[in-house]
C-alpha cells in the first residue's frame, strides 16, 4: 500500500464514509436548527439591547453593560455546563439542545449588542439634529435615519461574530447534542477511523460558506453610491 | 415693532458644566424680518440659535416660537420643530437616502403627507432651490453647494414660519457660497423670517433688516447693517468688524 492509499483509506475511506453518511447528515439538520436558532435569537436580542442603550437610563445601561461583559469574557462552554447541569437545581431541567441555544444566543447577543452599539454611536450627531430638527421623534429618528447607517457599518462584524459562534454548536456534543461533530466523533470511534470527521468538516464548509457570501450580498446591498 | 414677534426669546441663559456660554439674551425677531447674527467664535450665537428650537436646552429663560412656548413640557416640541426649520454648517443630509427621500422624510414621517403629496412636494421644494434635476442623486454624488442647497430644501418643504441657518456656507469652498446665498436671497424675498449666523458680510449688508453682534454670551449691539458695520458703537464690535473685513 502506498503512503497516498494509506493517507485517503484513513482519511477519505469510502466504505466508512457510506456507512456514517445518514448520522452525519442528522447531525448537519441538528446543527443547522441550533444555527438558525442562535443566529435569530442573538442578533434580535443584541439589537434590542443595543436599542434599550441608546435611551440613555444610566442604572439600565450600567446593567447592559454588566451583562454584555459578562457573556463577553466569559467561556461559550462553561455557560452550556453552568445552564444544562446549573438549571436543574432551581427545578428546570433544559435539554442539551436548549442549553446550547441558549449559551450561545447569549454569547452572541452579548457580542452583536456591543457591534449595534459601535454602529449606531458611529452615526455623527448631526444626523440626529437634523431629523430631529424637522419634527422627527426620537424613535423616527433612530428607525430611518440612524439604524440603516449604522447597519451598514455592523455587517462585517456581524457576520464574522455570528460565523465564529455559531461554529461554536460544536460544543453542544459535551451536553450530548448530536450535532455534525457529535456525530462524526462517535461515528470515528465506532469505526477506528477519522474519515467521518473529514465529513463533519465538509458539511460545515458547506453550511457556512453561504453565510459568507449571504454577508457580502447584504454588505452591497447597503451600500449608497457616494 | 408694533407686531407680535413671531420669535421671543427672554433671558436665555445656558451653561455646559461651568461654561457659560449665554448669559442673558433677548432676541425678539418680526415677521419676514431678517436678522443677522455675527461674532467671534465662541460667544454663543450658535447656542442661540440652538436654544430657538431646543436642539439645546437653555439653563433658564423663555423661549416663544410662532406663539408657542417651546420650554412647556406640555408643548409637542416635534410638531412645534415643523415650524423652525434648520439649516447646518455641515449639511446633515440623510446620506443612504437620495435629495428627494431626504426632503420627504419628514413630509411623510411629521406631516403625515402620503408618499405622493411628499413626492409632490418635495419636487416642489428641490425646484425652489434649482435641484429639480438632482431629487434621485444621493448627498455622495453632488457638491457642497448643492447639498447645502437640499439641506434648505429639505426645511422648507415643511413651510416653517421661521427659519434658522448656522453658518450655512463656512463648509463651502468659496466659489459655491453664491448659490447657496442666491437660495437664500429668494428665500428672503418671499417673506421668509430668517435668523442667520454667518460672517457673509456682504449678504447681511444688502440683505439684512438688523445686526446683532455677539461676544461672550450677550448682544453687545445690533442695528441696521449700515450703522454696525460703518459706525458700531462698541470698542469690541469695532475690532471683530475690522478683523473680518481685512479677509
Known amino acids: 500500500m502506498s503512503s497516498w492509499d494509506r493517507f485517503t483509506d484513513t482519511f477519505f475511506n469510502g466504505k466508512v464514509m457510506l456507512r456514517y453518511l445518514p448520522d452525519i447528515l442528522s447531525g448537519v439538520v441538528v446543527t443547522i436548527e441550533l444555527a438558525l436558532l442562535i443566529v435569530v435569537t442573538g442578533i434580535a436580542a443584541g439589537l434590542a439591547l443595543a436599542l434599550l442603550r441608546s435611551l440613555a437610563i444610566r442604572p439600565l445601561n450600567w446593567l447592559i453593560v454588566f451583562v454584555v461583559d459578562l457573556f463577553r469574557s466569559l467561556p461559550p462552554l462553561v455557560i452550556i455546563v453552568l445552564i444544562y447541569f446549573g438549571l436543574p437545581s432551581v427545578d428546570l431541567s433544559p435539554s442539551g439542545f436548549v442549553s446550547t441555544w441558549l449559551s450561545l444566543a447569549l454569547v452572541l447577543m452579548a457580542f452583536s449588542e456591543e457591534i449595534f452599539w459601535a454602529g449606531i454611536t458611529s452615526v455623527a450627531r448631526g444626523q440626529w439634529e437634523a431629523a430631529r430638527s424637522t419634527g422627527l421623534s426620537f424613535g423616527q429618528t433612530l428607525m430611518n435615519v440612524v439604524l440603516p447607517q ?27 447534542v448530536t450535532e455534525i461533530l457529535g456525530q ?4 470515528m470511534s465506532n469505526s477506528y477511523n477519522p474519515s467521518p470527521l473529514m465529513m463533519g468538516a465538509a458539511a460545515y464548509v458547506v453550511l457556512f460558506l453561504p453565510v459568507v457570501v449571504a454577508g457580502r450580498w447584504i454588505e452591497t446591498r447597503f451600500a449608497w453610491k457616494r | 415693532m408694533q407686531l407680535t414677534p413671531i420669535v421671543d426669546a427672554r433671558g436665555l441663559h445656558k451653561h455646559f458644566g461651568a461654561l457659560h456660554v449665554l448669559k442673558g439674551v433677548d432676541l425678539r425677531v418680526a415677521e419676514r424680518e431678517l436678522v443677522f447674527v455675527i461674532g467671534p ?5 450658535s447656542t442661540l440659535l440652538r436654544c430657538l428650537n431646543r436642539l439645546e436646552e ?15 413640557p406640555r408643548t409637542d416640541i416635534n410638531h412645534a420643530r415643523q415650524r423652525i426649520g434648520m439649516v447646518f454648517q455641515s449639511f446633515n443630509l440623510y446620506p443612504h437616502m437620495t435629495a428627494l427621500g431626504n426632503v420627504t422624510l419628514a413630509l411623510r414621517k411629521v406631516a403625515g403627507q402620503s408618499r405622493a403629496r411628499a413626492e409632490a412636494l418635495g419636487h416642489a421644494a428641490l425646484e425652489r432651490v434649482g435641484l429639480a434635476d438632482r431629487a434621485g442623486h444621493t448627498p455622495g454624488q453632488l457638491s457642497g453647494g448643492q447639498q447645502q442647497r437640499v439641506a434648505i430644501a429639505r426645511a422648507i418643504a415643511l413651510e416653517p414660519r421661521v427659519m434658522l441657518f448656522d453658518e450655512p456656507t463656512s463648509a463651502l469652498d468659496p466659489e459655491l457660497v453664491g448659490s447657496v ?10 417673506g421668509m423670517t430668517m435668523i442667520v449666523v454667518s460672517h457673509e458680510m456682504g449678504f447681511a449688508r ?3 433688516d438688523r445686526v446683532l453682534f455677539m461676544d461672550e454670551g450677550v448682544i453687545v449691539e445690533q442695528g441696521p447693517p449700515a450703522a454696525i458695520f460703518e459706525s458700531p458703537a462698541h470698542e469690541r464690535t469695532r475690532a471683530f468688524i475690522g478683523q473680518i473685513q481685512r479677509h
Open chain 2, 206 to 208: 444688502n440683505a439684512a
Open chain 1, 184 to 187: 462524526a466523533s462517535s461515528a
Open chain 2, 181 to 190: 446665498l442666491e437660495v437664500m436671497r429668494s428665500l428672503r424675498e418671499s
Open chain 2, 41 to 45: 467664535s465662541g460667544s454663543g450665537k
Open chain 2, 58 to 72: 437653555p439653563s433658564s429663560g423663555s423661549v416663544v416660537v410662532d406663539g408657542i412656548d417651546m420650554l412647556d
Open chain 1, 150 to 176: 449604522a447597519f451598514r457599518l455592523t455587517i462585517p462584524p456581524l457576520t464574522n461574530r455570528t460565523i465564529a459562534i455559531t461554529k461554536g454548536t460544536a460544543l453542544g456534543t459535551v451536553v450530548a
